[in-house]
């Protein structure tokens, strides 16, 4: 294990090889992607006291465990193409409070592995004053997406990307699952899926547009709320050859679909066994 506390200058090649690596400076620090090599390596930012901001790399485990606001990356940035987040894991662990826990994401994100958000833990499309990085910047993600976050803001609310554009587009293969012990509230959730499918462990609100692609997605026994809070409401969810399973196990799919005053054809694209049946 290697731990810096104050600052990280860059002159070689950095090769991290199976170790961790621990970083609590509070300036984002100073590495070239061509010189970084992560290996299987886990690098940490783990101050106690600073707020701090990652350098845009490719890491493979990268873990968030600090106490003060986070920033990714450093400043803003008009557009992704150079200034990527790419990693095999991301976990945000515990804070000591949500209103020192928060880590703001202006960039786009990709992980070939899991999304982990702790306790306490919250992850904002906004930067630290207030500013929206919406559809721009995607994130992508390979495994599963866990949501453990206990946080109350005053009316119920335990979800993320909460009145933004942010899409998650969930791109693996196999089984992907969207679950933790908290519901998450998305904005645009699509499935860009050569194979597999997705299974809900948790309830989930999708604000704008449900793009199931050809995936076929299982709730359980999971609610699936399509609020419309944004420009679509009888497009609210899309599909090209996918559906979503009718019932499993004598369980039925549970959709709840907000569609305020709006008239007009509202498909439920359910489908069991192979068989669309909407």
């Given at each position: 294990t290697v731990t810096v506390s104050n600052s990280i200058t860059q002159?070689?090649?950095l090769n991290l090889g199976s170790s961790n690596f621990c970083y609590s400076g509070s300036a984002a620090p100073s590495i070239r992607s061509s010189r970084f090599n992560p290996g299987t390596s886990t690098f940490y930012y783990n101050s106690t006291s600073n707020a701090q901001s990652v350098t845009a790399l490719t890491y493979y485990d990268l873990k968030i465990n600090n106490n003060g606001a986070f920033?990714?990356?450093?400043g803003s940035t008009t557009t992704y193409s150079a200034n990527a987040l790419n990693c095999h894991n991301l976990d945000l662990t515990e804070g000591n409070s949500v209103s020192s826990g928060f880590t703001y994401l202006n960039m786009q994100l990709t992980a070939s592995g899991n999304i982990t958000i702790g306790n306490n833990c919250y992850l904002s499309a906004y930067?630290?004053?207030?500013?929206?990085?919406?559809?721009?910047y995607p994130i992508y993600l390979a495994g599963d997406w866990t949501n453990n976050l206990n946080y109350d803001n005053?009316?119920?609310a335990t979800s993320l990307f909460t009145s933004n554009a942010r899409t998650v587009i969930l791109n693996g293969t196999g089984v992907q699952t969207i679950g933790g012990l908290s519901p998450t509230n998305f904005y645009n959730l699509t499935f860009n899926k050569d194979s597999g499918s997705v299974a809900l462990s948790n309830s989930i609100t999708v604000q704008n547009r449900l793009d199931i692609g050809s995936s076929v997605m299982a709730l359980?026994?999971?609610?699936?709320t399509l609020s419309c809070a944004g420009?679509?409401?009888?497009?609210?969810?899309a599909r090209s050859t996918g559906y979503i399973t009718s019932e499993d196990?004598?369980?039925?799919?549970n959709i709840s679909w907000n569609i305020n005053n709006n008239m007009g054809s509202y498909e439920y694209p359910y489908g069991y066994g192979g068989t669309y049946i909407p």
């Open positions: 002159i070689g090649y920033q990714i990356p450093l930067d630290q004053v207030g500013f929206l990085f919406g559809n721009d005053g009316s119920g359980g026994t999971s609610t699936l420009i679509y409401t009888t497009g609210a969810i196990n004598q369980v039925r799919a």
